[in-house]
């Protein structure tokens, strides 16, 4: 890890930076005058790779740091397909990592190394408007920083809901998530984890099947044997989608979701600022005021509903970020990991 730091220091140098320690030694040990060349050299040789050698350690400490699992959601029958088909397609390899057209659902875990858990695991969704899941930056990058920091994080390729795939769209993502919950539980011994400390994250549309895993946890979706709860320990929810009342939905993820004309009934059975009880998990959330996609009345909604509930709850509101800001993109909103981590200490 100290070297990783070194050379993230490396990366931020300028040239001037390098020049300045150079003339530096030369003026300090001048009887070494020979070793200045040298030392020129080799400084700005450092410039020149530290970048690389930087992204190369980086992407080394992410694969050694975490043991990567990846299990099938369904290895047998997937509920309610109507398709044989399972194949996920990836449609943004050089980006966010996005994929769409999933079919055959799984999960990836990220633990701790060995002896380093501190028995906690969040089942992590990532966003994509119901249309696509981005599972690098707001699942992998995620799940390898978690897992930095004891915590196992597991990320899930959920289901799209398409009309294609299943008989009922609406629901296929939380069949995913109840059977993602208690899959976690499932192999609790295995990897090292609490099943009483397991939480949910998610990420914009991702936010929004985590807040429904958070009140719908108990609603029988499936036909399972396990003998398990699906209700989360805890919920940190990102920018998330909450409402589907059209004053304040994001609207391409309604009707990704829903169809295009859902009966006021489904409207109001997946607002979950409305379906909020006593026993919906304590909730950390995060939002930008100047998010123009997933406007940031989400988030207020369900807090006060938390709050009326007597829920304990956590909301960091910041003035700038936009929408899919992740874990920061240089403002403010960079400080949501560690006040997250402060918040998740906190808990019972």
């Not at 990366?11 to 200045?36: C, G, M, Q, R, V």
């Not at 040298?38 to 410039?47: A, D, E």
């Not at 990320?155 to 109840?178: C, E, F, G």
Request: net charge neutral.
């Amino acid at each position: 890890m100290e070297i990783i730091i070194l050379f993230l220091r490396c990366f931020f140098l300028k040239e001037t930076d390098l020049l300045s320690i150079t003339l530096y030694i030369a003026s300090n040990y001048p009887h070494k005058y020979h070793y200045f060349l040298t030392y020129v050299r080799f400084s700005f040789m450092i410039f020149k790779y530290s970048r690389l050698l930087c992204i190369f350690l980086c992407s080394a400490a992410t694969m050694a740091g975490a043991q990567n699992h990846v299990i099938k959601l369904w290895p047998d029958a997937i509920p309610l397909a109507t398709t044989a088909h399972r194949t996920n397609n990836v449609v943004a390899p050089d980006g966010t990592g996005c994929i769409d057209n999933i079919h055959d659902p799984e999960m990836e875990v990220f633990l701790p190394e060995k002896g380093k858990g501190n028995g906690s695991a969040v089942l992590i969704f990532p966003g994509g408007g119901y249309s696509v899941v981005c599972v690098r930056k707001e699942g992998h990058v995620l799940a390898t920083w978690l897992a930095g920091h004891g915590i196992a994080g597991i990320v899930l390729q959920y289901r799209l809901p398409l009309d294609s795939t299943t008989s009922d769209k609406s629901i296929a993502p939380l069949q995913d998530a109840q059977r993602a919950m208690r899959l976690v539980r499932e192999n609790a011994g295995t990897w090292h984890i609490d099943p009483e400390k397991v939480g949910v994250m998610g990420f914009s549309a991702g936010g929004h099947l985590a807040s429904t895993l958070s009140t719908h946890y108990n609603e029988k979706v499936y036909d399972g044997k396990e003998n398990l709860s699906a209700r989360p320990a805890f919920s940190i929810l990102i920018y998330p989608v909450i409402s589907f009342d059209e004053t304040i939905a994001h609207m391409g993820s309604r009707r990704n979701l829903l169809g295009d004309s859902p009966s006021a009934k489904t409207v109001r059975h997946f607002s979950n600022e409305l379906q909020v009880t006593g026993d919906t998990p304590p909730t950390f959330l995060v939002h930008a005021t100047d998010d123009q996609s997933v406007v940031v009345q989400n988030s207020l909604r369900y807090y006060e509903a938390l709050l009326k509930n007597k829920v304990p709850a956590e909301l960091h509101i910041y003035q700038s970020g936009g929408h899919g800001f992740a874990m920061g993109t240089g403002g403010t909103e960079n400080q949501w990991p560690e006040a997250c981590l402060d918040w998740l200490k906190t808990l019972k």
